[in-house]
C-alpha cells in the first residue's frame, strides 16, 4: 500500500524539521539536474549565506567599514608578530545565527550526522573558489570528545576532500565553547600538533586547508594554523560552515 | 513519483505514436525520455523506470487495438444513412456540414447545398441531436495533392470518420427532432444558442461570441482567421483554462454568496463543468482546463494534496485513453504543452513582482515555448505576436469575454438588450480588427519555412533549457546567453537553404494550368515558372473562388519552403491558367524581375497583371529566342518565341536549362507551330526532361519534337476532369511509344525533382 501511495504522494521529507514538503514546481525540478532540495523551503530560509563584501582575512561580513579590507579582529591579530609574517585566511558559509546554533547542536551533540550532507559539498565549492590546495586537514578532537561523539564533525564536513589527518590535539582541561575570547586565546596556544607520523615534506611550501565546524573567535583556527606554519606550510585556508 | 508522472506522460505518447506507425516523432519523444530517464537525478528511481515501462506498454496495446479498430462498416454502395445528428456547421463555399452518426456507431461527414435545404429536408430545420434517414452517395474524403499539403482524409480518420456523404434529394430522406436524452437536448440547445446569435448581427460580433462561448469558430471569415494565426492570437479564440477559470470563478462567488456552503459549492461545480464542456464545444482544451479544474476543486475537498504536474499529467493520460488520435492534434498538443511551461515556470513569474511584468512574462513564454509547433503547422511567424498579444489578451478577457457570456445569457432573458451588446461588440472588434488590417498591410509576417521535426523538438528542448537557466541564475548575463541556441536553431531554420547543395524543380499542382517552383543547389535564385489560376480571373470579385491556385496552393509551398523571394517569375504567356496567380502573389512575395514573351499584349488580363508589375516597380524583361540569363553556375537558353507567332500559346517562353546532370525544357503552351520552329532551329538540342506543352493536348508534344529532343522523363501538368481532356490520349500514347516516364499533376499530385551536382530523383505526393 505505501508503494501504491508512494506513486502520488510526496516522499521529501525535510533533513532538519523532518516534515515532509513538496518542492515547488519549477524547470529545476523537471529536469533534475540536481538532487533533490533536501529542505523544506521553510527551513532554507533559515540558513543565512555569507555574502558580499567580508574582512580579506577571517571573512567577517563587513557591515562598517568598507574602506579597509581586514577587519578589526585580524588587525588585532596581526600585532602578533607570527600572525604579521604568516598567511591565514578563513572562509564560512552560514551566519551562525541561532538557528544555526540549533543546527550545529543538533548535528554535534545528538549525533545526527546526515546533516553534514548539507554542507560538504558546499564547503568544497567554497575552498575551491579561493585556493588550489593540496593537503585538506580536519581540526582533530581529543580522544575524550571522540568517544563521547562517537565521531569527529570535522572530519565528517571534510567528506568532500581527500582528508589528510596530520593535526592532533594536545590534551586540555575544559571545552572550549564554555570560555571567554581571552581565555581561549590563552589556552589554545600549543593545544595543537603535527602528527608524528607525518612526512613532513608533505607540508613543506603547500596551501592547506584546514575544515572545522564553527569560527568563532578564530582562536582555534589560529591555533591549528600554527604548527602548520610553522612546519613549513606557505599558508593555511581555513573553511567552517558556520561563523559569528 | 511524486511529481513526475510527466514522464510517464511521454513514454504514453511516444507508445501512441509507435503504435499508429509515426516512427519519427515517436524516436524523438524517446530520446527526451531517456534524457530524463538517464542523464538527471531520477535515473536513481527505479519505480519511475518500471511505471514508464509498463504503462507505455499499455498504451501501446491500447492504442494499437484503437487504431486498428478504426474501420469502416460501409461497403461505398450504400444510399440510405439512418443516425442521429451531431454537429451541424457552416462552410464558406455555401454548403453546409453535418456528422451523422450511424445506428453501429460509425460517422459520416454530410454535406448539402445551403440553398437547397428546404427541397432535401422538405422544409425541416436540420439541427444538431436530429435523427434522420438521409439519401445520399459517399465517397471517400480527398487525400492530399500538395507537399505539405492537408490531407483531409487522415483528418477525418483520425475522428474516426471514413466517408464523405453527399446528401442528395431523395423520397427516403426523412428527419424527427430528437425528444429524448440530455446529451442530444444540450446539443440541440448549443445549436440554437449558436443560431440565435449569428442573427444578431451582420458584423464581426457573432462570430467571435459563438467561438468564445461555444467553441464554434465556423462563422469566421476565413482572412481574419488567417490573421489571428499568423499574429499568434488564434489561441485566444480556443475555449482554453481562461474561459473555464472565468465560468468556474463567477459560479462559485455567485454560490457562495447566496448562501451555499463551500462544500457543496464546489460539488455543484463539479457537476456543472460537464454540462459547460459541452456547451462549449468539448474541444481537447475545454476538456483539458475543466479537467484539472475538477481534479483540483474535488481535491481541496477531500484534502490530498497532489503535484500539479500529477494533476495535468493524470488529465493528459486520460484524455489518450479516450482518445489516442489526440496525440496528433494541435489543440491538445498546444493546450497541454502551453500549460505545463506555464505551470513549470511559476517559480520564474513570483521572481517578478508587477502584476504587468508577470502577464509580459507569461506571454513572452507562452509564444516562444509554442513557436517551434506554430512554425511547423504555419510556416511563418508575425514579430507582432508578441506587442498584439499584450494588447488582446487583456482586451479579449476583460472585455470581450464578458460581454460574450453577458450576450449570451441575455439571449434568453432579453433579445433587444443582447443586440444593443452584440452592436457595442461589433464596434470593439471593428476597432480591433483595424488595427490588425493596419498591422497586416504594412508588415509581413517572418517566413521561416516548415522545419524539420528534429529542429522543432531542438527548439523546443533549447528553450525550455533556456528557462531553467533563468529560474536558475535571474535576469543573468548568463540566462541571455541560454537563450542563444534557441536563436541561432531559428537563424540556421532560415539560412540552411544556401548551405544546401541539393536543388528542386516542382511541378505543383495547380488543377488545369501551370505553377513550377524551381530553386538552385545552394538557393542561388529561385524560379516560379507561371503561377496557375482560375479562368476569367477578371470577370468576378476574385474572392468569390472557393480555390484560387496562387493562393491556395503557390503561395502555401514558397511560404513552407520558406521562400519571400524569387529571383525570376517566368511568365510563358499570358493565359489565365498560367498568370492568374499573380494578384494573389504579387502583394505577399518579393519578385525581383519578370519574364514576359515579346509580342505584344492582347487580352485586359495581361494588361491588369503586367500593370500590377509596373506600379510596384518591379522590372519586366520582354523575353526572345536568343536570350541567355545566368544565376550562379547555371544558364537558360531561350528558344522561343520570336514575338511573331499569332497565338498566344505559340508565343509562350520556351527555355532550356541543365539543372544537376539534367537537361530540362520549359514549354509553356507551346503548339505545333512553335515546336517545329524551335526542332528547326535547335535540332541538336538534346533534353533530358521535358515539360509537356499546354497540359497535354494534342496540338503540341509532336512528335518531330519527342524525335529530335529524345527525352527520358515527361511532366504534364493538367487539372483532374478537367473540361478539355488534357492530357489527350494521342500524347500520352506518343510518350508510351517512346518509353519515355511520364509523371502528371491530375494523378501524382505535385511533383518534385530533387538533384544535386551529380544525382536527381523524382518524387510524388501520391504514387
Excluded at chain 1, 588587525?75 to 604568516?86: A, K, L, M, P, V
Excluded at chain 1, 575544515?211 to 589560529?222: E, F, N, P, Q
Excluded at chain 2, 448539402?112 to 432535401?120: C, E, G, L, M, S
Amino acid at each position: 500500500m505505501r508503494q501504491v501511495r508512494s506513486l502520488i504522494e510526496t516522499t521529501s521529507r525535510c533533513l532538519y524539521c523532518q516534515n515532509t514538503f513538496s518542492e515547488r514546481p519549477g524547470w529545476n525540478w523537471v529536469f533534475s539536474f540536481h538532487k533533490q532540495e533536501p529542505l523544506c523551503q521553510r527551513c532554507r530560509d533559515m540558513f543565512v549565506r555569507i555574502e558580499g563584501d567580508v574582512c580579506r582575512d577571517c571573512g567577517r561580513p563587513s557591515e562598517e567599514s568598507a574602506e579597509t579590507d581586514t577587519c578589526q579582529d585580524c588587525r588585532q591579530w596581526q600585532t602578533d608578530s607570527f600572525w604579521e609574517s604568516n598567511s591565514f585566511q578563513h572562509r564560512a558559509l552560514y551566519a551562525y545565527n541561532d538557528f544555526m546554533k540549533d543546527v550545529i547542536k543538533t548535528l554535534k551533540y545528538t549525533g545526527d550526522v546526515a546533516l553534514v550532507d548539507l554542507f560538504a559539498e558546499d564547503l568544497r565549492k567554497l575552498v575551491d573558489k579561493h585556493v588550489r590546495h593540496t593537503v585538506a586537514i580536519p581540526i582533530p578532537i581529543t580522544k575524550k570528545r571522540a568517544f563521547e561523539r562517537g565521531f569527529n564533525q570535522a572530519e565528517q564536513l571534510g567528506r568532500a576532500f581527500t582528508l589528510t589527518h596530520a593535526l592532533e590535539r594536545v590534551d586540555s582541561g575544559e571545552q572550549q565553547s564554555k570560555r571567554t575570547r581571552k581565555e581561549r586565546i590563552d589556552a589554545l596556544d600549543g593545544a595543537f600538533q603535527v602528527t608524528s607520523t607525518l612526512d613532513p615534506s608533505q607540508l613543506n611550501n603547500q596551501s592547506v586547508v584546514i575544515i572545522d565546524d564553527v569560527y568563532t573567535t578564530g582562536a582555534t583556527l589560529r591555533a591549528a594554523a600554527k604548527p602548520l606554519l610553522e612546519a613549513g606550510a606557505a599558508r593555511v585556508f581555513a573553511v567552517t560552515v558556520a561563523r559569528s | 513519483m511524486f511529481g513526475r508522472w510527466y514522464l510517464v506522460v511521454l513514454s504514453a505518447i511516444t507508445s501512441v505514436l509507435l503504435a499508429n506507425g509515426t516512427v519519427l516523432p515517436a524516436l524523438y519523444f524517446l530520446v527526451i525520455l531517456a534524457f530524463f530517464l538517464v542523464f538527471t537525478q531520477m535515473r536513481k528511481n527505479k519505480l519511475l523506470w518500471v511505471v514508464c515501462l509498463i504503462i507505455g506498454a499499455f498504451y501501446f496495446i491500447y492504442a494499437g487495438d484503437t487504431f486498428s479498430n478504426n474501420d469502416s462498416m460501409l461497403t461505398g454502395e450504400e444510399t440510405i444513412f439512418t443516425g442521429t445528428v451531431l454537429e451541424t456547421s457552416y462552410t464558406v463555399n455555401g454548403s453546409q456540414s453535418f456528422q451523422l452518426k450511424l445506428d453501429n456507431g460509425e460517422r459520416l461527414q454530410g454535406f448539402y447545398n445551403r440553398a437547397d435545404q428546404d427541397r432535401i429536408f422538405s422544409e425541416f430545420d436540420l439541427k444538431s441531436g436530429d435523427r434522420c434517414r438521409i439519401e445520399g452517395r459517399i465517397e471517400k474524403p480527398d487525400k492530399t495533392f500538395h507537399f505539405y499539403g492537408f490531407d483531409y482524409q487522415a483528418y477525418l480518420h483520425q475522428e474516426g470518420i471514413h466517408w464523405v456523404l453527399n446528401v442528395e434529394e431523395g423520397e427516403q430522406t426523412f428527419c424527427r427532432t430528437a425528444e429524448t436524452g440530455i446529451l442530444n437536448k444540450l446539443r440541440r440547445f448549443r445549436g440554437d444558442q449558436i443560431e440565435r446569435i449569428a442573427s444578431l448581427s451582420t458584423g464581426e460580433a457573432p462570430a467571435m461570441v459563438s467561438a468564445l462561448v461555444f467553441g464554434d469558430r465556423s462563422f469566421f471569415d476565413n482572412e481574419r482567421e488567417e490573421q489571428y494565426r499568423v499574429f499568434g492570437l488564434i489561441h485566444l479564440l480556443a475555449v482554453s483554462g481562461l474561459h473555464v477559470g472565468l465560468v468556474t470563478a463567477t459560479l462559485f462567488f455567485i454560490f457562495i454568496r447566496i448562501g451555499i456552503y463551500k462544500q457543496y459549492a464546489i460539488v455543484l461545480l463539479v457537476t456543472i463543468l460537464p454540462v459547460y464542456v459541452m456547451l462549449a464545444g468539448g474541444a481537447p482544451s475545454v476538456v483539458r482546463s475543466s479537467l484539472m479544474t475538477a481534479i483540483v476543486l474535488v481535491l481541496s475537498l477531500i484534502k490530498v494534496r497532489l503535484h500539479p504536474f500529477d494533476v495535468i499529467s493524470f488529465v493528459a493520460l486520460a484524455m489518450l485513453i479516450a482518445d489516442p488520435y489526440l496525440v496528433f492534434h494541435l489543440g491538445f498538443q498546444l493546450s497541454f504543452f502551453i500549460s505545463f511551461s506555464l505551470l513549470a515556470s511559476n517559480n520564474l513569474l513570483q521572481s517578478v513582482h508587477s502584476k504587468w511584468k508577470v502577464m509580459l512574462l507569461v506571454t513572452i513564454i507562452a509564444q516562444l515555448v509554442s513557436l517551434p509547433i506554430i512554425l511547423y503547422h504555419q510556416y511563418e511567424w508575425s514579430f507582432f505576436s508578441l506587442p498584439l498579444n499584450l494588447l488582446f489578451i487583456p482586451f479579449i478577457s476583460f472585455f470581450v469575454l464578458p460581454i460574450s457570456f453577458l450576450i449570451s445569457l441575455l439571449l434568453n432573458i432579453s433579445p433587444t438588450l443582447a443586440e444593443r451588446f452584440i452592436h457595442l461588440l461589433d464596434l470593439m472588434l471593428d476597432g480591433a480588427h483595424w488595427l490588425f488590417d493596419l498591422v497586416d498591410r504594412n508588415f509581413s509576417a517572418l517566413v521561416f519555412g516548415k522545419p524539420s521535426i528534429g529542429l522543432v523538438f531542438l527548439l523546443i528542448f533549447a528553450f525550455l533549457i533556456s528557462l531553467y537557466v533563468f529560474e536558475k541564475y535571474g535576469w543573468s548575463k548568463r540566462a541571455l546567453l541560454s537563450l542563444l541556441p534557441f536563436f541561432l536553431l531559428l537563424s540556421w531554420q532560415k539560412i540552411s537553404p544556401y548551405f544546401d547543395g541539393e536543388g528542386e524543380v516542382t511541378m505543383l499542382d495547380v488543377g488545369q494550368g501551370d505553377a513550377i517552383y524551381v530553386e538552385l543547389p545552394y538557393r542561388e535564385a529561385i524560379y516560379l515558372i507561371d503561377t496557375g489560376g482560375n479562368a476569367n480571373f477578371f470577370d468576378d470579385d476574385h474572392e468569390q473562388f472557393n480555390f484560387e491556385p496562387g493562393r491556395d496552393v503557390v503561395l502555401p509551398y514558397l511560404k513552407a519552403k520558406g521562400v519571400t523571394n524569387v529571383d525570376r517569375l517566368i511568365l510563358t504567356h499570358g493565359h489565365a491558367d498560367h498568370i492568374g496567380g499573380v494578384p494573389s502573389l504579387v502583394d505577399h512575395v518579393g519578385i525581383e524581375r519578370v519574364h514576359y514573351p515579346v509580342g505584344g499584349i492582347e487580352t485586359d488580363l495581361e494588361h491588369d497583371v503586367l500593370m500590377m508589375f509596373r506600379e510596384r516597380g518591379i522590372p519586366i524583361k520582354w523575353t526572345e529566342k536568343g536570350d541567355v540569363w545566368e544565376d550562379g553556375d547555371t544558364t537558360a537558353y531561350v528558344v522561343s518565341p520570336t514575338g511573331k507567332e499569332k497565338s498566344l500559346n505559340n508565343r509562350s517562353i520556351v527555355f532550356s536549362v541543365e539543372l544537376g546532370t539534367n537537361t530540362w525544357l520549359f514549354t509553356g503552351d507551346v503548339e505545333e507551330e512553335g515546336e517545329r520552329r524551335i526542332v528547326a532551329d535547335y535540332p541538336g538540342l538534346d533534353v533530358d526532361i521535358l515539360k509537356v506543352a499546354h497540359h497535354g493536348s494534342a496540338t503540341s508534344t509532336t512528335d518531330v519534337l519527342l524525335e529530335t529532343f529524345t527525352p527520358s522523363y515527361a511532366l504534364i501538368s493538367a487539372g483532374r476532369n478537367n473540361l478539355f481532356g488534357h492530357p489527350h490520349d494521342e500524347v500520352i500514347d506518343r510518350l508510351y511509344e517512346r518509353e519515355i516516364m511520364v509523371y502528371r499533376t491530375d494523378e501524382n499530385g505535385d511533383v518534385r525533382y530533387i538533384f544535386d551536382r551529380k544525382n536527381g530523383k523524382f518524387e510524388v505526393v501520391v504514387q
